[in-house]
């Protein structure tokens, strides 16, 4: 035998020897709770059978919207495991009921799934539905299928299952409370509490087998109380939004962090967007600015941050030397520039706003129509677009070469000869991603300091979150449209954004239908933007039509495109007028100025 079989059949041995000694907690397989997750999914499974024999039979409205409350139930008591360990599958189990577009195939997916159901069940059911009903209950137990498949195959370990259920605790924050996947229901509140005791069924099971069982009870407590609190006030425009996530879900993610960190329960080295290290959603830090960025090279630093402040601010970056980023972008506007759209060098108007540059990095797509995937893709467009900065790379590359300054600093950066596009590139964007702060009074609020909000203001944010739905596309807490708590997406939305705010016509921007002519469902769609520094970026929208946050709230209010006769039919904002009085709309832009973070100079 050769002599390097050898020694790799030793070392597969020594590794097998070491995982045994170190199965104790981390690596093992926790197969009674993937039993668990088996035995609701096969609930699942036969609620769905049942509900297929109730529109078989042709039972009424309010049966098949019991039956269907009931198989939703159950989903939210596994969604911990299927959200987490099966993203695909749960995007078709319990996506929005729009069409799933795959850019990079050129494909376009049926929406289906249990949104795709409630629209034949609420508001009410309507017999000639019949056969699309059945057809997609049948689809979805296929998904039951696969849950099965996957869980009786695949290994569950501790450290996996603290951040599935970590991760549950987001979900519920952010898209739960706030109605995302039950638009037509309406019965986010009873089912945040089904998922809540989904999370506690488990930690119930796993008591027995740690060693810190009063962080357990301690979190079933809350995890009781939170339920308690949903299910007393049912009504989604009368809630306390804020007070459930402060002083209960936090609480929640809160008493999971302390429990990992007693037990010793390792984090997954995985790229994550949230840190293993902050308690909860909203605790200072959270958000990982590198998880956006596209590679390990492109690794954010001070010094490149610092570097990027300095070019940001340069016209040598221009190309006639008369223009920098600063020129639209401006700091105390929170990075716009108060114009409705800016100048082309040649004077003329150009067609789109300059957005608010805070917050940028967190979303998988730059630009009104998202039509770079990241901040670097995005520099490299500006400078050299000819109405806004001329530039050419390699002219600009050559000409901070000869500038001795800027080669020492880069170098000493990137250790390389001479300086190269992509560093360029990734030091501009580096001073993008800086520039999220997450220091405004309501971060501070959610940070403890009890007194940052005023009562308007936290009035405004539970209609914000509840009569009024903004959360189902501006998600908290980066109030933009990358879904959590994967952030592996950002969304775009059809609004039926009009030239101005009279809201007269139709803007004729077609947004990202501008690159995809030929899918109907991208036609006049933009980017879900960040509201947050959105008091210092008047004017509003891709086309800057509209001049305050009042004719904004005016346009939403009203129900958006179609309420004002445009033939728009993939609009996906819902076209009902939301009915907030002027103090209830007063109330929202209270609370919209309580996200301005101070002035980055
Ligand atoms: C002439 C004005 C102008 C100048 C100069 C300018 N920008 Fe912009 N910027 C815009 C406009 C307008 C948009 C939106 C364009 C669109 O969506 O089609 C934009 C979009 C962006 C975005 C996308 C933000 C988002 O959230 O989608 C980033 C990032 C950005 N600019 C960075 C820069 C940088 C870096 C520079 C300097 C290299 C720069 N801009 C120079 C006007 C300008
Ligand atoms: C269906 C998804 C959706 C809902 C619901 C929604 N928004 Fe938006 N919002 C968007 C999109 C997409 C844009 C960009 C539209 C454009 O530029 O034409 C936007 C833009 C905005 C802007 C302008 C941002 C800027 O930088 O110019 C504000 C302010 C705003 N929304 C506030 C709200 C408020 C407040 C609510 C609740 C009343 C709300 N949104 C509900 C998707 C949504």
């Known amino acids: 035998?050769?002599?390097?079989?050898?020694?790799?059949?030793?070392?597969?041995?020594?590794?097998?020897?070491?995982?045994?000694?170190?199965?104790?907690?981390?690596?093992?397989?926790?197969?009674?709770?993937?039993?668990?997750?088996?035995?609701?999914?096969?609930?699942?499974?036969?609620?769905?059978?049942?509900?297929?024999?109730?529109?078989?039979d042709e039972q009424d409205t309010k049966q098949l919207q019991a039956g269907f409350d009931h198989l939703r139930s159950t989903y939210k008591s596994m969604e911990w495991a299927v959200a987490y360990f099966m993203p695909e599958t749960a995007r078709f189990l319990n996506g929005p009921n729009l069409d799933e577009i795959e850019l990079e195939e050129n494909m376009v997916l049926e929406a289906e799934g249990l949104q795709t159901l409630e629209e034949y069940f609420y508001p009410a059911y309507q017999a000639e539905n019949k056969a699309e009903t059945l057809r997609f209950l049948k689809k979805l137990k296929n998904k039951s299928l696969a849950i099965n498949t996957y869980f009786e195959v695949n290994t569950l370990s501790l450290p996996q299952l603290m951040e599935s259920l970590r991760n549950q605790i987001f979900r519920i924050t952010t898209l739960g409370i706030t109605g995302f996947d039950t638009p037509l229901s309406g019965r986010g509140l009873p089912e945040s509490a089904d998922a809540l005791k989904g999370v506690g069924n488990i930690l119930k099971m796993l008591r027995p087998q740690v060693k810190h069982q009063q962080d357990i009870d301690h979190t079933l407590h809350l995890i009781e109380t939170a339920e308690a609190a949903l299910n007393q006030n049912r009504d989604r425009n009368k809630f306390d939004y804020l007070t459930m996530i402060d002083q209960h879900l936090n609480s929640i993610s809160d008493a999971l962090f302390e429990f990992r960190k007693h037990e010793n329960i390792p984090s997954l080295n995985i790229h994550h967007p949230i840190s293993p290290e902050a308690s909860n959603l909203f605790s200072k830090n959270a958000f990982e600015p590198d998880f956006f960025t596209p590679g390990e090279k492109q690794k954010m630093s001070n010094e490149k941050v610092h570097l990027g402040a300095k070019l940001f601010r340069d016209n040598i970056l221009s190309g006639d030397g008369t223009r920098s980023c600063i020129s639209c972008h401006h700091p105390e506007k929170g990075f716009s520039d108060g114009?409705?759209?800016?100048?082309?060098?040649?004077?003329?108007?150009?067609?789109?706003?300059?957005?608010?540059?805070?917050?940028?990095?967190?979303?998988?797509?730059?630009f009104w129509d998202m039509r770079r995937e990241d901040l670097e893709a995005q520099s490299m467009d500006v400078i050299t677009n000819k109405d806004e900065m001329h530039g050419s790379m390699d002219e600009i590359t050559t000409r901070l070469n000869q500038d001795e300054t800027y080669r020492e600093v880069f170098q000493q950066i990137y250790k390389?000869?001479?300086?190269?596009?992509?560093q360029l590139q990734n030091v501009l964007a580096s001073y993008i991603r800086s520039l999220a702060t997450f220091d405004s009074r309501f971060d501070q609020y959610m940070q403890g300091k009890s007194q940052a909000l005023t009562t308007d203001e936290k009035a405004g944010f539970n209609l914000f979150i509840g009569k009024a739905k903004c959360a189902t596309c501006h998600f908290i807490p980066l109030f933009n449209g990358t879904v959590p708590p994967e952030y592996a997406k950002t969304e775009s939305e059809v609004l039926g954004t009009a030239t101005d705010h009279r809201n007269l016509q139709l803007d004729q921007d077609r947004g990202r239908g501008r690159y995809h002519p030929t899918i109907p469902q991208l036609q006049y769609a933009f980017k879900t933007p960040t509201l947050r520094n959105i008091d210092k970026t008047a004017p509003y929208m891709h086309n800057g039509g509209y001049m305050t946050l009042e004719q904004v709230m005016d346009f939403y209010n009203k129900g958006g495109g179609q309420q004002f006769g445009f033939t728009l039919s993939n609009q996906t904002l819902p076209a009902d007028s939301l009915g907030l009085t002027e103090q209830e709309t007063a109330k929202i832009i209270a609370f919209l100025k309580t996200l301005n973070d101070p002035t980055i100079h």
């Not at 390389?416 to 992509?422: C, L, N």
């Open 339 to 366: 114009m409705t759209t800016p100048l082309t060098l040649a004077g003329k108007k150009m067609d789109r706003n300059s957005p608010s540059l805070s917050y940028s990095n967190y979303q998988h797509g730059q």
């Open 1 to 56: 035998m050769k002599y390097w079989i050898v020694a790799s059949l030793l070392a597969t041995v020594l590794l097998a020897i070491m995982c045994q000694g170190n199965k104790s907690s981390v690596t093992r397989d926790l197969h009674e709770i993937r039993q668990e997750v088996l035995r609701i999914n096969h609930v699942f499974d036969r609620q769905i059978d049942q509900q297929l024999t109730l529109v078989k």
């Open 416 to 422: 390389t000869k001479s300086i190269e596009t992509w």
